[in-house]
């Protein structure tokens, strides 16, 4: 089975940083493009940060400049920088992973971030 498993969430004041781990399995991970999303309570899920197999990345508007997606495929796991956090940041964030010859997507369980001070 393929498997997506975070780590790395937590409360934290604003203006201060996390880092989001995401191990995922061997057999997809270096094919797949790799996200994060995040959904906080009664809004719809977004995309937060993606990178694809070649590295290439975006972000939403709202995180331009303060988080950072990437990519270890030795590790088999993707991080998310997040700096600057901010109480609007607060939400469970998702591990996705799109399989990119089957367009297959996959996800993790989720970990809750919480800003607050």
């Known amino acids: 089975q393929v498997q997506l498993v975070e780590s790395g969430g937590g409360l934290v004041q604003p203006g201060g940083s996390l880092k989001l781990s995401c191990v995922g399995s061997r057999s997809i991970f270096r094919d797949s493009t790799m996200a994060w999303y995040r959904q906080a309570p009664g809004k719809q899920r977004e995309l937060v940060a993606r990178i694809s197999t070649d590295a290439s990345t975006n972000y939403v508007d709202s995180v331009k400049g303060r988080f950072t997606i990437s990519r270890d495929n030795a590790k088999n796991t993707v991080y998310l920088q997040m700096n600057s956090l901010k109480p609007e940041d607060t939400a469970v964030y998702y591990c996705?992973?799109?399989?990119?010859?089957?367009?297959?997507?996959?996800w993790g369980q989720g970990t809750q971030v919480t800003v607050s001070s």
């Open positions: 996705n992973a799109n399989f990119v010859y089957t367009r297959v997507n996959y």
